[in-house]
């Protein structure tokens, strides 16, 4: 027993850790998030195993027995996690993700509720062991799923391990491909150990998901499997671009998109995928662009010359899924395969409203400086008045007083009082002038 313990808890301890490790060198990618979530379930694992096999108490002992029973969950997350790793976007549909996890994770919880899939555990010399209900039809339904799943995260890193010509990547993934195969190979073989040798050996899950984490771990610190490369820093930059970026085919079908054109658009992914461009851009110009990239590109044999024609920084509208327009610059240009054959089109665009906001209030301030120019009454240049009554004579001959010309020809306003001088010369002789002076 107490081998066994030892290796539940070692497994316990070495799958938690590898999680820790990974989680913490980058929190925020999917890839070290899935196989953080991997970890922490086989770590689980190992803990209810270790937990199982010394338990003395009956009731506790079915509980952990059957919180052990989770191996579907663990290829559930791990089928997610080689999507991810080998870039197979299948893993963005909603109802991709249902088949992956809802049938694993409804089965897990009806063996822990309903208990049938145990029929009695027994002690042997390796501590308490579960003899599980053969008979079981759903049993046998729900290994036959896991084993699919289980193959998928082997056969789908070992094609993709054909198919790169990326040396790098051929030692990532045939790391993953050997990871996720050992617990499925090595879990048979030492079930087959006892009934052809005679010989006794422990038989504890954890070990065998233990070694699909060092692989994977290993994968991680020794050829930087999660780690920044130019193929996932080039998804990074353009996921998290604010600028609109579509491939179009020849047929003008959107084929990829990036996350700005769902969050401006208000679209769903699969609303837009694999449907014409005038789904977003319905205007007329958009598609005299592409008109006029094939008519050049027809007359044009370099390579080079048909990736400098391109159309650049063109006003179109973008219309949402609510109908709602908003203006776009845009530019266009040709998607060449690598013979030099055209593939299709790369169009980017950029949200102008609050560029297009500011020009008009900016026309608008203009606007309104000119008529306030326009409003202001000055005067200028030379200005005929009287020597002696200070009248001043109009353009039509007319002298009027200063005040009346000035107010005509200007916004001034006039407000009479009399000067100091002016008030000596009337009031001298007055005795109420002579008393308040």
């Given at each position: 027993?107490?081998?066994?313990?030892?290796?539940?808890?070692?497994?316990?301890?070495?799958?938690?850790?590898?999680?820790?490790?990974?989680?913490?060198?980058?929190?925020?990618?999917?890839?070290?998030?899935?196989?953080?979530?991997?970890?922490?379930?086989?770590?689980?694992?190992?803990?209810?195993e270790f937990l199982f096999i010394q338990s003395s108490?009956?009731?506790?002992?079915?509980?952990?027995?059957?919180?052990?029973?989770?191996?579907?969950?663990?290829?559930?997350?791990?089928?997610?996690?080689?999507?991810?790793?080998?870039?197979?976007?299948?893993?963005?549909?909603?109802?991709?993700?249902?088949?992956?996890?809802?049938?694993?994770i409804l089965s897990y919880l009806y063996i822990v509720?309903?208990?049938?899939?145990?029929?009695?555990?027994?002690?042997?010399?390796?501590?308490?062991?579960?003899?599980?209900?053969?008979?079981?039809?759903?049993?046998?339904?729900?290994?036959?799923?896991?084993?699919?799943?289980?193959?998928?995260?082997?056969?789908?890193?070992?094609?993709?391990?054909?198919?790169?010509?990326?040396?790098?990547?051929?030692?990532?993934?045939?790391?993953?491909?050997?990871?996720?195969?050992?617990?499925?190979?090595?879990?048979?073989?030492?079930?087959?150990?006892?009934?052809?040798?005679?010989?006794?050996?422990?038989?504890?899950?954890?070990?065998?998901?233990?070694?699909?984490?060092?692989?994977?771990?290993?994968?991680?610190?020794?050829?930087?499997?999660?780690?920044?490369?130019?193929?996932?820093?080039?998804?990074?930059?353009?996921?998290?671009?604010?600028?609109?970026?579509?491939?179009?085919?020849?047929?003008?079908?959107?084929?990829?998109?990036?996350?700005?054109?769902?969050?401006?658009?208000?679209?769903?992914?699969?609303?837009?995928?694999?449907?014409?461009i005038s789904a977003l851009f319905p205007e007329k110009?958009?598609?005299?662009?592409?008109?006029?990239?094939?008519?050049?590109?027809?007359?044009?044999?370099?390579?080079?010359?048909?990736?400098?024609?391109?159309?650049?920084?063109?006003?179109?509208?973008?219309?949402?899924?609510?109908?709602?327009?908003?203006?776009?610059?845009?530019?266009?240009?040709?998607?060449?395969?690598?013979?030099?054959?055209?593939?299709?089109?790369?169009?980017?665009?950029?949200?102008?409203?609050?560029?297009?906001?500011?020009?008009?209030?900016?026309?608008?301030?203009?606007?309104?400086?000119?008529?306030?120019?326009?409003?202001?009454?000055?005067?200028?240049?030379?200005?005929?008045?009287?020597?002696?009554?200070?009248?001043?004579?109009?353009?039509?001959?007319?002298?009027?007083?200063?005040?009346?010309?000035?107010?005509?020809?200007?916004?001034?306003?006039?407000?009479?009082?009399?000067?100091?001088?002016?008030?000596?010369?009337?009031?001298?002789?007055?005795?109420?002038?002579?008393?308040?002076?």
């Amino acid at each position: 027993m107490v081998l066994a313990l030892i290796i539940s808890f070692v497994s316990f301890i070495v799958c938690l850790s590898i999680g820790l490790l990974v989680y913490y060198q980058s929190s925020k990618k999917l890839e070290h998030k899935l196989f953080f979530a991997l970890c922490l379930v086989n770590s689980w694992m190992a803990l209810s195993e270790f937990l199982f096999i010394q338990s003395s108490e009956p009731y506790f002992t079915l509980f952990w027995a059957k919180s052990n029973i989770i191996p579907g969950l663990a290829v559930s997350i791990g089928l997610h996690f080689v999507f991810v790793i080998t870039g197979i976007e299948i893993y963005k549909k909603k109802w991709v993700l249902g088949i992956i996890y809802i049938p694993n994770i409804l089965s897990y919880l009806y063996i822990v509720i309903t208990g049938n899939a145990v029929i009695k555990i027994i002690t042997d010399t390796w501590g308490n062991e579960v003899v599980y209900n053969e008979q079981s039809g759903f049993l046998t339904l729900i290994n036959i799923w896991i084993a699919l799943f289980g193959f998928s995260c082997f056969l789908i890193p070992l094609f993709y391990y054909f198919k790169t010509y990326d040396l790098k990547k051929k030692k990532q993934l045939i790391y993953i491909a050997i990871g996720f195969s050992l617990p499925t190979i090595l879990g048979t073989a030492s079930y087959l150990v006892k009934p052809f040798t005679g010989i006794d050996i422990p038989r504890v899950s954890s070990f065998f998901t233990m070694l699909l984490e060092i692989f994977l771990g290993y994968a991680v610190w020794k050829y930087g499997l999660l780690n920044l490369n130019p193929a996932t820093a080039a998804k990074n930059i353009i996921e998290t671009m604010t600028d609109l970026l579509l491939i179009i085919d020849q047929d003008k079908r959107v084929v990829s998109l990036n996350n700005a054109v769902l969050e401006l658009s208000q679209h769903r992914y699969d609303e837009i995928i694999n449907r014409n461009i005038s789904a977003l851009f319905p205007e007329k110009t958009l598609h005299d662009f592409f008109d006029r990239l094939d008519a050049n590109s027809a007359q044009i044999e370099s390579r080079k010359s048909i990736q400098d024609n391109i159309v650049r920084q063109v006003e179109n509208t973008l219309v949402t899924k609510n109908n709602e327009q908003i203006p776009v610059n845009i530019s266009v240009s040709i998607l060449l395969e690598k013979d030099g054959a055209k593939a299709g089109y790369v169009l980017v665009a950029r949200d102008i409203t609050n560029q297009k906001k500011a020009t008009a209030e900016k026309e608008k301030l203009i606007s309104e400086l000119r008529e306030a120019m326009e409003n202001v009454k000055t005067l200028k240049g030379f200005i005929p008045i009287c020597a002696r009554c200070k009248k001043v004579r109009d353009d039509k001959g007319y002298w009027n007083q200063i005040e009346k010309y000035v107010s005509e020809h200007s916004d001034a306003l006039f407000s009479h009082g009399i000067c100091p001088e002016c008030a000596e010369k009337l009031y001298s002789h007055e005795d109420w002038y002579r008393d308040e002076k």
